[in-house]
Protein backbone atom coordinates (compact mmCIF):
# COMPACT_ATOMS: atom_id res chain seq x y z
CA UNK A 1 0.00 0.00 0.00
CA UNK A 2 1.34 3.33 -0.59
CA UNK A 3 2.49 6.07 2.15
CA UNK A 4 -0.71 8.24 2.88
CA UNK A 5 2.07 11.08 3.26
CA UNK A 6 2.05 13.04 -0.25
CA UNK A 7 5.39 12.18 -1.86
CA UNK A 8 8.22 14.41 -3.74
CA UNK A 9 8.13 14.40 -6.92
CA UNK A 10 11.67 13.27 -6.71
CA UNK A 11 10.40 10.55 -4.71
CA UNK A 12 7.59 9.34 -7.24
CA UNK A 13 9.84 9.64 -10.24
CA UNK A 14 12.25 7.02 -8.12
CA UNK A 15 9.33 4.92 -7.94
CA UNK A 16 8.26 5.23 -11.27
CA UNK A 17 11.61 4.31 -12.38
CA UNK A 18 12.34 1.15 -10.06
CA UNK A 19 9.62 -0.28 -11.27
CA UNK A 20 9.97 -0.22 -15.25
CA UNK A 21 12.35 -2.02 -17.33
CA UNK A 22 13.90 -2.53 -20.83
CA UNK A 23 11.10 -4.93 -22.89
CA UNK A 24 14.14 -6.38 -25.11
CA UNK A 25 14.85 -6.16 -28.44
CA UNK A 26 13.22 -6.27 -31.94
CA UNK A 27 14.78 -6.24 -35.23
CA UNK A 28 13.60 -2.92 -37.49
CA UNK A 29 14.80 -1.45 -40.76
CA UNK A 30 17.42 0.75 -40.87
CA UNK A 31 15.58 3.06 -42.67
CA UNK A 32 12.97 3.41 -39.13
CA UNK A 33 15.41 3.03 -36.81
CA UNK A 34 15.79 7.10 -36.18
CA UNK A 35 15.69 7.81 -32.16
CA UNK A 36 16.16 3.97 -31.33
CA UNK A 37 18.69 2.37 -29.32
CA UNK A 38 21.06 -0.09 -30.60
CA UNK A 39 20.62 -3.73 -28.77
CA UNK A 40 23.62 -5.11 -30.12
CA UNK A 41 27.33 -3.96 -30.56
CA UNK A 42 28.13 -3.00 -34.22
CA UNK A 43 30.95 -3.23 -36.21
CA UNK A 44 31.86 -3.89 -40.14
CA UNK A 45 32.75 -6.84 -42.06
CA UNK A 46 34.78 -4.81 -44.02
CA UNK A 47 37.26 -1.64 -43.42
CA UNK A 48 35.57 1.51 -44.49
CA UNK A 49 36.63 3.01 -46.79
CA UNK A 50 36.92 -0.63 -48.61
CA UNK A 51 39.99 0.19 -50.74
CA UNK A 52 42.66 3.29 -50.96
CA UNK A 53 40.24 6.20 -53.04
CA UNK A 54 41.67 9.76 -54.63
CA UNK A 55 39.98 12.82 -52.53
CA UNK A 56 40.54 15.29 -54.96
CA UNK A 57 40.25 14.96 -59.39
CA UNK A 58 43.74 14.98 -60.34
CA UNK A 59 46.45 12.54 -61.38
CA UNK A 60 47.65 9.21 -59.65
CA UNK A 61 51.93 9.72 -59.58
CA UNK A 62 54.56 8.23 -57.71
CA UNK A 63 55.61 11.32 -55.26
CA UNK A 64 59.26 11.25 -55.87
CA UNK A 65 58.21 12.43 -59.32
CA UNK A 66 57.10 15.42 -59.32
CA UNK A 67 59.57 16.74 -56.09
CA UNK A 68 60.96 19.26 -58.57
CA UNK A 69 57.95 20.16 -60.13
CA UNK A 70 57.56 24.33 -60.64
CA UNK A 71 56.02 26.30 -62.89
CA UNK A 72 58.90 26.94 -64.62
CA UNK A 73 60.29 23.58 -65.36
CA UNK A 74 56.99 21.39 -64.39
CA UNK A 75 57.20 17.97 -64.48
CA UNK A 76 55.73 15.86 -67.38
CA UNK A 77 54.51 12.50 -67.13
CA UNK A 78 52.84 10.17 -69.76
CA UNK A 79 49.05 9.37 -69.28
CA UNK A 80 47.95 5.40 -68.82
CA UNK A 81 44.22 5.44 -68.32
CA UNK A 82 41.66 7.62 -66.90
CA UNK A 83 39.91 6.31 -63.91
CA UNK A 84 36.58 7.14 -63.08
CA UNK A 85 35.24 6.64 -59.62
CA UNK A 86 33.59 2.93 -59.47
CA UNK A 87 35.94 1.33 -61.98
CA UNK A 88 39.15 -0.63 -60.81
CA UNK A 89 42.05 0.49 -62.37
CA UNK A 90 43.85 -1.51 -65.16
CA UNK A 91 47.74 -0.19 -65.26
CA UNK A 92 50.37 0.04 -62.32
CA UNK A 93 52.07 3.45 -61.91
CA UNK A 94 55.57 3.46 -62.91
CA UNK A 95 58.27 6.49 -62.71
CA UNK A 96 57.22 8.68 -65.56
CA UNK A 97 53.80 7.40 -65.59
CA UNK A 98 50.65 8.45 -64.25
CA UNK A 99 46.84 8.10 -64.86
CA UNK A 100 44.30 10.90 -64.70
CA UNK A 101 41.65 9.58 -61.54
CA UNK A 102 38.37 11.39 -59.92
CA UNK A 103 37.40 12.07 -56.75
CA UNK A 104 36.53 8.35 -54.92
CA UNK A 105 38.16 6.72 -57.53
CA UNK A 106 40.36 3.58 -56.23
CA UNK A 107 43.79 4.74 -56.87
CA UNK A 108 45.96 2.09 -59.21
CA UNK A 109 49.10 0.30 -57.93
CA UNK A 110 52.35 1.41 -57.69
CA UNK A 111 50.99 5.70 -56.96
CA UNK A 112 51.78 7.31 -53.77
CA UNK A 113 49.75 10.51 -53.94
CA UNK A 114 47.25 12.22 -56.15
CA UNK A 115 48.31 15.77 -57.80
CA UNK A 116 45.24 18.30 -58.09
CA UNK A 117 44.14 18.77 -61.44
CA UNK A 118 44.53 22.36 -60.62
CA UNK A 119 48.07 22.35 -60.78
CA UNK A 120 48.90 20.57 -64.33
CA UNK A 121 48.24 21.48 -67.37
CA UNK A 122 47.07 18.38 -70.23
CA UNK A 123 48.79 18.17 -73.07
CA UNK A 124 47.30 15.31 -75.62
CA UNK A 125 48.60 11.83 -73.68
CA UNK A 126 50.77 13.61 -71.09
CA UNK A 127 50.53 16.15 -68.51
CA UNK A 128 52.27 18.98 -66.72
CA UNK A 129 52.68 18.79 -63.11
CA UNK A 130 53.51 22.19 -61.68
CA UNK A 131 53.87 21.47 -58.02
CA UNK A 132 55.14 18.47 -56.23
CA UNK A 133 53.03 16.41 -54.05
CA UNK A 134 54.11 14.47 -51.15
CA UNK A 135 54.06 10.81 -50.14
CA UNK A 136 49.81 9.68 -49.12
CA UNK A 137 48.59 13.44 -50.38
CA UNK A 138 45.05 13.44 -51.44
CA UNK A 139 45.00 9.73 -50.55
CA UNK A 140 42.36 8.32 -48.62
CA UNK A 141 43.43 5.04 -47.04
CA UNK A 142 41.56 1.92 -47.07
CA UNK A 143 39.97 1.36 -43.22
CA UNK A 144 41.13 5.04 -42.00
CA UNK A 145 37.75 5.74 -41.22
CA UNK A 146 36.92 2.50 -39.28
CA UNK A 147 38.61 -1.31 -39.74
CA UNK A 148 37.06 -4.72 -40.26
CA UNK A 149 35.45 -5.95 -37.15
CA UNK A 150 36.34 -2.45 -35.22
CA UNK A 151 33.38 -1.73 -32.63
CA UNK A 152 32.31 1.50 -33.37
CA UNK A 153 28.55 1.33 -32.52
CA UNK A 154 27.41 -0.36 -28.80
CA UNK A 155 24.45 -1.19 -27.12
CA UNK A 156 22.83 1.28 -25.73
CA UNK A 157 23.94 4.05 -28.23
CA UNK A 158 20.45 6.52 -29.66
CA UNK A 159 20.15 6.60 -33.55
CA UNK A 160 20.92 9.85 -35.36
CA UNK A 161 21.22 10.42 -38.76
CA UNK A 162 24.98 9.74 -38.35
CA UNK A 163 24.94 6.46 -36.64
CA UNK A 164 22.39 5.72 -39.69
CA UNK A 165 24.23 6.97 -41.80
CA UNK A 166 27.10 4.59 -40.29
CA UNK A 167 25.05 1.66 -40.39
CA UNK A 168 23.97 2.18 -44.02
CA UNK A 169 27.96 2.70 -45.11
CA UNK A 170 28.29 -0.66 -42.75
CA UNK A 171 25.21 -2.55 -45.09
CA UNK A 172 22.83 -3.07 -42.45
CA UNK A 173 19.83 -2.42 -43.54
CA UNK A 174 18.45 -4.22 -40.10
CA UNK A 175 19.81 -3.61 -37.36
CA UNK A 176 18.86 -4.84 -33.65
CA UNK A 177 17.12 -2.01 -31.35
CA UNK A 178 15.55 -1.54 -27.93
CA UNK A 179 11.80 -3.06 -28.23
CA UNK A 180 9.25 0.27 -28.24
CA UNK A 181 6.46 -0.13 -26.15
CA UNK A 182 2.91 0.08 -27.05
CA UNK A 183 1.03 2.47 -25.09
CA UNK A 184 -2.86 2.20 -24.38
CA UNK A 185 -4.46 4.86 -23.70
CA UNK A 186 -7.64 5.41 -21.76
CA UNK A 187 -9.65 8.29 -21.02
CA UNK A 188 -12.52 8.18 -18.49
CA UNK A 189 -15.27 10.61 -17.64
CA UNK A 190 -18.74 10.91 -18.71
CA UNK A 191 -18.76 14.55 -19.61
CA UNK A 192 -16.00 13.80 -22.08
CA UNK A 193 -16.93 12.87 -26.04
CA UNK A 194 -14.33 12.58 -28.24
CA UNK A 195 -12.93 14.86 -31.73
CA UNK A 196 -15.61 14.16 -33.50
CA UNK A 197 -18.95 13.87 -31.64
CA UNK A 198 -21.51 16.80 -31.07
CA UNK A 199 -20.61 19.02 -28.13
CA UNK A 200 -23.92 18.79 -26.29
CA UNK A 201 -24.38 20.75 -23.26
CA UNK A 202 -22.39 19.76 -20.12
CA UNK A 203 -19.95 18.25 -22.15
CA UNK A 204 -16.47 18.39 -22.65
CA UNK A 205 -14.02 17.22 -25.77
CA UNK A 206 -11.31 14.41 -25.48
CA UNK A 207 -7.91 16.43 -25.28
CA UNK A 208 -6.10 14.62 -23.49
CA UNK A 209 -6.44 11.41 -25.58
CA UNK A 210 -4.34 13.29 -28.54
CA UNK A 211 -2.12 15.12 -26.43
CA UNK A 212 -0.96 12.11 -25.03
CA UNK A 213 -1.28 9.69 -28.04
CA UNK A 214 1.24 12.79 -29.44
CA UNK A 215 3.73 12.52 -26.28
CA UNK A 216 3.73 8.66 -26.52
CA UNK A 217 5.75 9.20 -29.89
CA UNK A 218 8.17 11.72 -28.52
CA UNK A 219 8.79 9.05 -25.78
CA UNK A 220 9.54 6.63 -28.13
CA UNK A 221 6.23 4.50 -27.57
CA UNK A 222 3.49 3.39 -29.54
CA UNK A 223 0.14 4.93 -28.48
CA UNK A 224 -2.79 2.61 -29.00
CA UNK A 225 -5.81 5.25 -28.00
CA UNK A 226 -8.90 3.30 -26.84
CA UNK A 227 -12.48 4.27 -26.73
CA UNK A 228 -13.61 6.83 -24.08
CA UNK A 229 -14.68 5.26 -20.69
CA UNK A 230 -18.23 6.53 -19.08
CA UNK A 231 -17.94 6.90 -15.31
CA UNK A 232 -19.31 3.23 -14.15
CA UNK A 233 -17.34 1.14 -12.77
CA UNK A 234 -17.69 -1.62 -15.15
CA UNK A 235 -17.28 0.34 -18.24
CA UNK A 236 -14.06 1.06 -17.16
CA UNK A 237 -12.66 -2.55 -15.53
CA UNK A 238 -13.41 -3.68 -19.09
CA UNK A 239 -11.66 -0.76 -20.48
CA UNK A 240 -8.98 -1.49 -18.18
CA UNK A 241 -8.89 -4.96 -18.90
CA UNK A 242 -8.45 -4.26 -22.57
CA UNK A 243 -5.73 -1.90 -22.35
CA UNK A 244 -3.58 -4.44 -20.40
CA UNK A 245 -2.75 -5.84 -24.20
CA UNK A 246 -0.11 -3.45 -24.40
CA UNK A 247 3.24 -2.58 -22.60
CA UNK A 248 1.89 0.47 -20.71
CA UNK A 249 -0.85 1.71 -19.56
CA UNK A 250 -2.59 5.12 -19.22
CA UNK A 251 -5.62 6.23 -18.26
CA UNK A 252 -6.41 10.14 -17.73
CA UNK A 253 -9.53 11.26 -15.13
CA UNK A 254 -11.37 9.57 -12.35
CA UNK A 255 -8.08 9.43 -9.96
CA UNK A 256 -9.35 12.62 -7.95
CA UNK A 257 -12.16 11.95 -4.61
CA UNK A 258 -14.82 12.61 -6.83
CA UNK A 259 -17.97 10.33 -6.13
CA UNK A 260 -17.41 9.18 -9.75
CA UNK A 261 -13.53 8.64 -9.20
CA UNK A 262 -13.16 4.68 -9.93
CA UNK A 263 -10.13 4.44 -11.50
CA UNK A 264 -8.38 3.79 -8.06
CA UNK A 265 -11.20 1.05 -6.74
CA UNK A 266 -11.34 -0.67 -10.32
CA UNK A 267 -7.58 -0.88 -10.37
CA UNK A 268 -6.82 -2.44 -6.84
CA UNK A 269 -9.76 -4.99 -7.34
CA UNK A 270 -7.82 -6.22 -10.93
CA UNK A 271 -5.08 -6.73 -8.11
CA UNK A 272 -3.13 -3.72 -8.97
CA UNK A 273 0.11 -2.97 -7.00
CA UNK A 274 -0.30 0.63 -6.20
CA UNK A 275 2.98 2.34 -5.21
CA UNK A 276 1.80 5.89 -5.32
CA UNK A 277 -1.54 8.46 -4.96
CA UNK A 278 -0.76 11.79 -4.89
CA UNK A 279 2.51 14.13 -5.50
CA UNK A 280 3.68 17.23 -4.37
CA UNK A 281 3.21 19.33 -7.16
CA UNK A 282 1.33 21.58 -8.93
CA UNK A 283 -0.59 21.02 -11.29
CA UNK A 284 -1.10 17.40 -11.03
CA UNK A 285 -1.33 16.26 -7.40
CA UNK A 286 -3.66 13.14 -8.34
CA UNK A 287 -1.27 10.46 -9.63
CA UNK A 288 -1.88 6.76 -9.24
CA UNK A 289 1.16 4.55 -10.08
CA UNK A 290 1.04 0.62 -9.62
CA UNK A 291 1.66 -2.38 -11.47
CA UNK A 292 -1.07 -3.82 -12.82
CA UNK A 293 -0.63 -7.82 -14.20
CA UNK A 294 3.05 -6.84 -14.42
CA UNK A 295 2.34 -3.48 -16.48
CA UNK A 296 3.25 -0.41 -15.63
CA UNK A 297 -0.11 1.97 -14.86
CA UNK A 298 0.00 5.38 -14.50
CA UNK A 299 -3.53 6.89 -13.61
CA UNK A 300 -2.99 10.79 -14.51
CA UNK A 301 -5.30 13.46 -14.09
CA UNK A 302 -8.18 14.69 -15.73
CA UNK A 303 -7.31 18.14 -16.10
CA UNK A 304 -5.77 18.70 -19.43
CA UNK A 305 -2.63 20.18 -18.36
CA UNK A 306 -2.54 18.32 -14.92
CA UNK A 307 -2.30 15.14 -17.49
CA UNK A 308 0.18 16.55 -19.43
CA UNK A 309 2.77 17.85 -17.29
CA UNK A 310 2.18 14.13 -15.04
CA UNK A 311 3.11 12.37 -17.95
CA UNK A 312 6.01 14.34 -19.09
CA UNK A 313 7.57 14.11 -15.22
CA UNK A 314 6.55 10.03 -14.91
CA UNK A 315 5.60 8.53 -17.66
CA UNK A 316 7.93 10.16 -20.16
CA UNK A 317 10.71 8.93 -17.64
CA UNK A 318 9.32 5.55 -17.48
CA UNK A 319 9.18 5.32 -21.39
CA UNK A 320 12.58 6.84 -21.64
CA UNK A 321 14.15 3.82 -19.42
CA UNK A 322 12.02 1.14 -21.04
CA UNK A 323 13.23 2.39 -24.01
CA UNK A 324 16.58 1.86 -23.50
CA UNK A 325 17.98 5.39 -23.60
CA UNK A 326 20.96 6.31 -20.82
CA UNK A 327 19.81 7.34 -17.53
CA UNK A 328 21.21 10.53 -18.24
CA UNK A 329 18.56 11.31 -20.60
CA UNK A 330 15.56 10.10 -18.42
CA UNK A 331 14.42 13.27 -17.18
CA UNK A 332 13.39 16.29 -18.91
CA UNK A 333 16.55 18.69 -19.46
CA UNK A 334 16.92 20.92 -16.34
CA UNK A 335 18.72 24.39 -16.93
CA UNK A 336 19.19 27.57 -15.13
CA UNK A 337 17.56 30.92 -16.49
CA UNK A 338 16.93 34.19 -15.51
CA UNK A 339 13.06 34.94 -15.35
CA UNK A 340 11.87 38.31 -17.19
CA UNK A 341 8.88 38.78 -15.04
CA UNK A 342 7.58 38.77 -11.59
CA UNK A 343 5.71 35.42 -10.23
CA UNK A 344 3.79 34.28 -7.52
CA UNK A 345 2.66 30.93 -6.55
CA UNK A 346 2.45 29.60 -2.91
CA UNK A 347 0.76 26.61 -1.20
CA UNK A 348 1.80 23.57 0.10
CA UNK A 349 3.02 21.54 -3.73
CA UNK A 350 5.97 22.46 -5.50
CA UNK A 351 4.69 24.73 -8.85
CA UNK A 352 5.37 23.68 -12.57
CA UNK A 353 4.70 26.71 -14.55
CA UNK A 354 4.42 26.77 -18.20
CA UNK A 355 6.93 28.66 -19.86
CA UNK A 356 8.86 30.73 -23.39
CA UNK A 357 12.65 29.93 -22.65
CA UNK A 358 14.76 31.29 -25.11
CA UNK A 359 18.32 31.27 -25.17
CA UNK A 360 20.10 34.85 -26.08
CA UNK A 361 24.15 34.97 -26.51
CA UNK A 362 24.68 31.88 -24.14
CA UNK A 363 22.25 32.52 -21.75
CA UNK A 364 18.09 31.18 -21.00
CA UNK A 365 15.53 33.31 -20.10
CA UNK A 366 12.34 32.53 -19.20
CA UNK A 367 8.65 34.12 -19.22
CA UNK A 368 5.82 32.68 -17.66
CA UNK A 369 2.74 32.87 -19.40
CA UNK A 370 -0.49 34.52 -17.79
CA UNK A 371 -3.09 31.65 -17.65
CA UNK A 372 -1.08 28.95 -15.45
CA UNK A 373 -4.47 27.28 -14.28
CA UNK A 374 -4.77 23.33 -14.70
CA UNK A 375 -7.63 22.70 -17.11
CA UNK A 376 -6.13 26.16 -19.30
CA UNK A 377 -4.77 23.78 -21.90
CA UNK A 378 -3.30 27.03 -24.00
CA UNK A 379 -0.38 27.36 -21.50
CA UNK A 380 1.22 24.17 -23.13
CA UNK A 381 0.85 25.47 -26.95
CA UNK A 382 3.67 27.13 -27.81
CA UNK A 383 5.77 26.98 -24.44
CA UNK A 384 8.96 24.69 -24.01
CA UNK A 385 9.50 25.01 -20.42
CA UNK A 386 8.45 24.38 -16.92
CA UNK A 387 9.42 27.18 -13.95
CA UNK A 388 9.80 24.84 -11.21
CA UNK A 389 9.06 27.35 -7.92
CA UNK A 390 9.68 25.54 -4.58
CA UNK A 391 7.10 24.72 -1.91
CA UNK A 392 7.15 27.92 0.16
CA UNK A 393 7.97 30.51 -2.13
CA UNK A 394 5.36 33.00 -2.60
CA UNK A 395 6.93 35.14 -4.89
CA UNK A 396 9.97 35.26 -7.54
CA UNK A 397 11.24 38.54 -8.92
CA UNK A 398 11.77 40.07 -12.12
CA UNK A 399 15.69 38.75 -12.79
CA UNK A 400 15.78 36.08 -10.61
CA UNK A 401 17.51 32.96 -11.77
CA UNK A 402 15.16 29.71 -12.06
CA UNK A 403 15.17 26.57 -12.72
CA UNK A 404 13.33 25.40 -15.43
CA UNK A 405 12.76 21.71 -16.85
CA UNK A 406 12.95 21.98 -21.05
CA UNK A 407 9.91 20.14 -22.46
CA UNK A 408 11.08 21.08 -25.83
CA UNK A 409 14.36 22.36 -27.65
CA UNK A 410 14.49 25.91 -27.34
CA UNK A 411 16.55 25.68 -31.07
P1 LIG B 1 -11.45 14.16 -13.22
O1 LIG B 1 -10.04 13.90 -12.78
O2 LIG B 1 -12.07 13.00 -13.89
O3 LIG B 1 -12.25 14.70 -12.10
O4 LIG B 1 -11.33 15.32 -14.29
C1 LIG B 1 -10.78 16.56 -13.97
C2 LIG B 1 -11.08 17.59 -15.03
O5 LIG B 1 -10.46 17.21 -16.25
C3 LIG B 1 -12.53 17.78 -15.34
O6 LIG B 1 -12.79 19.16 -15.52
C4 LIG B 1 -12.72 17.02 -16.63
O7 LIG B 1 -13.77 17.52 -17.37
C5 LIG B 1 -11.40 17.21 -17.32
N1 LIG B 1 -11.13 16.07 -18.20
C6 LIG B 1 -11.23 14.78 -17.85
N2 LIG B 1 -10.93 13.97 -18.89
C7 LIG B 1 -10.60 14.78 -19.92
C8 LIG B 1 -10.20 14.53 -21.27
N3 LIG B 1 -10.05 13.30 -21.74
N4 LIG B 1 -9.95 15.61 -22.04
C9 LIG B 1 -10.08 16.86 -21.55
N5 LIG B 1 -10.46 17.14 -20.30
C10 LIG B 1 -10.72 16.12 -19.48
MG1 LIG C 1 -13.87 12.34 -14.33
Known amino acids: MPTDRMLTVEEAQQIVLDSVQILGEERVPLSQALGRVLAEDVAPKYDIPPHNNSSVDGYAVQAEDTNDASPVSPCRLEILEEIPAGVVPVHRIAPGKTSRIMTGAVIPGGASAVVMVENTVMEGKHVQILKPVR ?50 ILSTGDEVVDIDQALTPGKIVNSNSYSLAALVKEAGGRPVSLNIARDTEEEIRSAIQSALHADVILTTGGVSVGDYDYVKKVIQ ?126 SIVEGTQVSVLLMRSVW
Open 269 to 394: DLGAEMKLWRVQMKPGKPLAFGMLQGKPFFGLPGNPVSCMVSFLLFARAALRKITGHPQSQWHLPLITATITNDLTAGGDRRHYLRAHVVYEDGLFFASTVSGQGSGMLSSMSGTNGLVIVETGIS
Open 135 to 184: SGQNVRYRGEDVKTGQTVLSTGSELGPGEIGLLASFQRSFIAVMRQPTVS
